[in-house]
């Protein structure tokens, strides 16, 4: 008779080929499980994405547009000190006028002599640098927006307004007029054009009527103008 030991129950031996199929199917499982959760995470990270590509699109526009407000910044800042040049140039080159005008005359009149010859032409020169112009012809056009007529007169020879004469030189810094040319203006004499035209015709009824009289004389010559 035998006796069995109390607490210990046999179990019953499990084939290796179940078992393989049992963690197979685990397997299957815990990946169908996984796979939604890595759709999900890849739909936040692509969503991430755009949302940074669009804050750097952002950035960047801004950055272009202060990048372009810069420039014109930059090139509004430049025109105003070169205009602020020009003034500061022009209203001091306005204050010597008078001095230069003063070398004109005394090298007019022959009176440039000596040190001061040699001054006036080292003021001259100073001037030139700076960009002062001198301007204003005998014989040019006269154009209000560059002259100053002080005189006015009519003369037989001109055939529009025409500067005659020239009482103070204008000076000018590239466009800017410093100050007008002042000069002595002459227009057509009245009636001139007038007067010229009837002698134009006289003189061409003249030549016509020589013509018509040598013609008689031809004839006279040959006998007569033929007929017939």
Known sequence: MTEETPGFEEKPDVPSDAASEDAAQAESA????????????????????????????????????????????????????????????????????PVLDDIGRA????????????????????????????FGKEGEPFDPTIHEALMHSYAPDVTETTCVAILQPGYRIGERTIRPARVAVAEPQP??????????????????????????????ESGGPDKG
């Open 30 to 97: 815990d990946k169908a499980g996984s796979a939604p959760a890595g759709d999900v995470q890849d739909v936040a990270l692509q969503a991430q994405l755009d949302q940074v590509r669009t804050a750097l699109n952002e950035r960047t526009t801004d950055l272009q547009r202060l990048q372009a407000e810069y420039q014109n910044y930059r090139r509004r800042v430049e025109r105003d000190r070169v205009t602020v040049k020009e003034i500061a140039v022009a209203n001091l080159l306005s204050e010597l006028l």
């Open 107 to 134: 090298r007019d009149h022959g009176e440039l002599l000596g040190g001061f010859k040699s001054v006036g032409e080292s003021l001259e020169t100073v001037v030139a640098k700076l960009g002062l112009q001198q």
């Open 191 to 220: 009636g001139a054009q007038g007067a010229k035209s009837a002698s134009d015709e006289e003189a061409k009824g003249a030549k016509g009527g020589k013509g018509a009289k040598g013609a008689k004389a031809a004839d006279k």
